[in-house]
């Protein structure tokens, strides 16, 4: 979902579908294709580190792993006239090709169930899968993710993440500062304790880290 997100930010998507089921996945975004002749590599974890011969992409990395721990594995990538896809089955490649598109919307869908072979039976939360939805919107302003047909949607970012987190409970309104992608956003609150909510790569750091160490520093620095 951090890939279907980078397109949002590079100004090619403004909507994430995702379904999720008892047992698999499906994630769907209207960005740009993936051309047909890296749709296999990137998947299977080759070396094809550039898109269109311009951007750089890692992708493959994480989305490798996804494919070997898979017992089924479906990529399609829709560029307006025709559709690129590939199918794998436990890591290991089963078809690839073109087809007809249906419609003229571009982008990526992949489709995965994970192999219980490899990581056993399973039981999937669906809170925490909500939980991390409605993180991604909160750090993507005005991209809408729909999960299972429920939208999230944070027209204001960070602004909307410390009044959904602090509330009432707010000495005055946050402070909201804003610069093209970069969002600040901060109050005191009656609870009488600080906190800070940071995240890595769209996802919570709980446990802290570097940016949050030269955070308090700095703060400490600017009260004093």
Known sequence: MNYASEEFLLGYSKLIDITVTASSF???????????NGLVDLVSGGDWPYINGKLKDYGWIP???VCAMSSDFR???????????????H?????DGKKEQKGDSTGTCIEFTPDTAIIGNYELNF????????????????????????????PNGM????????????????????????????????AGKGGILSFVNGRPTPSGGTHQKHLKIASQEWYA
């Open 127 to 154: 809170s925490i899968i909500q939980e991390i939805v409605q993180t991604y919107s909160y750090l993507h302003r005005g991209l809408t993710y729909v999960l299972n047909g429920q939208e999230y949607l944070k």
């Open 63 to 65: 989305r490798s792993v």
């Open 75 to 89: 990529i399609e990538s829709s560029n307006g006239n025709c559709c690129s896809y590939a199918h794998f089955k």
């Open 91 to 95: 890591g290991s490649i089963m078809e």
């Open 159 to 190: 602004l909307d993440l410390v009044n959904d987190k602090v509330g009432k409970e707010c000495l005055y309104p946050p402070v909201y500062l804003t610069d093209g992608w970069l969002e600040i956003a901060f109050t005191h609150s009656i």
């Open 26 to 36: 499906r994630i769907r975004d209207y960005g740009r294709s993936i051309p047909y």
